[in-house]
């Protein structure tokens, strides 16, 4: 009976399979060396060959490590708390549908006050700069830890609750991808967890690490600094207040929670998104009040597109019938779900992706035009939204066959107006 619910074997693989999985196990933890290590020099050129990495006993540091434990169990011990709403994921193979507590907005509150008592209390947050690569080292231990415990977990794991992108039986492929789809310790949700709380969070506090750095060493933050911390923190407080939408995103519903993920999580995001405050600590820019004001004109168009798109689409699948989304035009699908076809979805078919990109750049810069590696960020993730939408577009293709090819037809361009 349970035999129609397995999770069948992942048969298209992504990433350039087993080779291009293990490749980028390496190239992740390395590119985040390569980055902090030559943000760190004067030049910091990409032309330059990269300082050596320090010794592994510089690197670790059980204190770092106890600290960044300490962050992990506080996050958790939060996301445990009984506070905020409970609700359902979407239905699994099996018929079932798991739970989730929505507080995260309300842990970033608790967590707001508790770092600001800790500031009352003299805590110097420049710590954080202080040992930035140590911090870093413990991120990528915890990470490849909890990934071969999560792959261990999985082999005994029921094959319902596989994950589709997941279960190639090539066990690098698969820890890489993920091969459980949510692992759970009794209602604790890894993914979930891990996708919002450590990192995100984790990514504004190295943030406002790198403002306290910069003004303890040149007396008071610099407009750019301003802009950058400003900037990234509403994007993470705006990915905390609509924590629910999460629930449907392509991480939770189709990949496992693997090392792509957890890696992600847990080092990539607060150790790389944070590279524009890490740059401006030691290479000030002079930024004029109009360059700030365009700037943040731009920051502002890339939210609207972000915003008002993504709350477009989550409105219209959670309601096709609120009156914030009738007026829309839609083609209907053979599963009983519509596409929208005008809006924000008639004019691209990822303007979320637009936003995104917009605001990518908006972050970088601030840190002027004399060096590149701060626009590391816009470079990756202009890739990794293409790829993204790439693999989107295939499962949209796949579910909705017809229906979406005539999408594709009735709205051509896939990110970029009249480019791609
Ligand atoms: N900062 C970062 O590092 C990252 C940020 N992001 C951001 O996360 C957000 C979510 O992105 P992501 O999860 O990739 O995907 P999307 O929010 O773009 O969701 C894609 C899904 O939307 C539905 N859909 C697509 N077209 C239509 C349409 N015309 N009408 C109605 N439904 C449609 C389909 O699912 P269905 O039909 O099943 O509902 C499709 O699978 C984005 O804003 C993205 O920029 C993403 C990755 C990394
Ligand atoms: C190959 C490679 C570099 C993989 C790592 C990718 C991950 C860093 C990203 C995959 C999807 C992500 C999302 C967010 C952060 C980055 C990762 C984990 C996200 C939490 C950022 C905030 C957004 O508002 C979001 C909640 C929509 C988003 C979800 C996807």
Redesign the pocket.
Known sequence: MMDRYKTPRTKELEFGGPLGAMI?IFL?PATIFYLLLTCRTEQASVLNFPPPLPPLSTLWSPHTFLLLLAWVGLQAALYMLPMGKVTEGIVLRDKSRLQYRINAFHAMGVTALVVGAGLAAGLRLSYIYDHFLQLAFSALLLAFGLSFLLYFKSLFAPETTLAPGGNSGNPIYDFFMGHELNPRIGSFDLKYFC??RPG?LGWALVNMAMLMKETELRGSPSLAMLLVNAFQLL?VV??LW?EE??LT?M?IVHDGFGF??V???LA??PFTYSLQAYFLVNHPQKLSLSMAVGILLLNGLGYCIFRSANSQKNTFRRNPNDPRVTGLKTIPTATGRRLLVSGWWGFVRHPNYLGDIIMALAWSLPCGLTHVLPYFYVF?FTV?LIHREARDEHQCLRKYGLAWQEYCRRVPYRIFPYLY
């Open positions: 980028l992740m996708e919002l995100l994007y705006d990915a609509n939408a999460i995103t991480d792509m993920l890696f992600g999580d990539w995001v990756y990794l």
